[in-house]
């Protein structure tokens, strides 16, 4: 099975920008999350598609935004772009939720965002 | 809010040394605890999770204990290799309704492997 695939690699903006990033999930897995890395903060959650809805957010403002398409595959879009923004940001995917216990998420390359 | 604080931010050991992780959970209701290992400019991998319903997990030389009473839950490495030098993350997993979760995650230990 290929892995979680994200798009582009890389991407530098100017302030004000807006930018799209893309994740392609793993064949048959249901559920993506978001997750912002940096130096300073490490791995913070974004939020989290399953099913085209969005279940969960993190504390993020409302310039950061995704969706989710039938396919599972998803998208997050960063507006008005600010310079601490700059980060890598990385996508997860697992299978269907199952009760009782939790779900490995595999994660993608990460799209590395610089701000300039 | 949910936090999960790691320590120790770095860790240098000999090679052929055991090198031992540790976090700590606050909300109670965290059911699985993966480690990730994140080599220099590559994703992070999963190398092992423990659920609640276990005490302790162990995948050759890479082990993971948990304490729910305590909220701690740790990695171990034994017999350490130079290929084990990378930032590993610990994680919890919170649970909401309708099935929505997310990973709270360390800030990372930057495990050095000296030769």
């Known amino acids: 099975k290929a892995g979680v695939t994200q798009t582009p690699r890389y991407l530098i903006k100017t302030r004000g920008q807006q930018v799209t990033l893309s994740c392609s999930p793993i064949s048959g897995h249901r559920s993506v999350s978001w997750y912002q890395q940096t130096p300073g903060q490490g791995l913070q959650f974004l939020f989290e598609?399953?099913?085209?809805?969005?279940?969960n957010k993190g504390n993020f403002p409302g310039r950061f935004s995704g969706r989710q398409f039938s396919n599972s595959r998803s998208e997050m879009n960063v507006s008005t772009l600010e310079l601490g923004d700059s980060a890598l940001y990385l996508c997860?995917?697992?299978?269907?939720?199952?009760?009782?216990?939790?779900?490995?998420?595999?994660f993608g390359a990460g799209t590395r965002l610089s701000v300039l | 809010g949910e936090n999960v604080e790691q320590h120790p931010s770095t860790l240098s050991v000999q090679e052929g040394d055991s090198a031992v992780i540790k976090c700590t959970y606050s909300d109670s209701a965290s059911n699985y605890f993966p480690w990730y290992k994140q080599e220099l400019g590559k994703r992070p991998q999963l190398i092992i999770d423990i659920r609640s319903n276990v005490g302790e997990k162990k995948d050759q030389r890479i082990a993971v204990t948990l304490n729910k009473t305590a909220k701690h839950f740790s990695l171990h490495i034994t017999e350490t290799q130079p290929e084990d030098s990378a930032v590993y993350f610990c994680a919890a997993r919170c649970l909401f309704i309708q099935g929505a979760q997310k990973l709270v995650f360390g800030q990372g230990t930057r495990l050095t492997i000296n030769p």
């Open positions: 598609y399953f099913s085209e809805t969005q279940r």
């Open positions: 997860a995917s697992s299978p269907k939720v199952r009760t009782g216990g939790g779900n490995i998420q595999y």
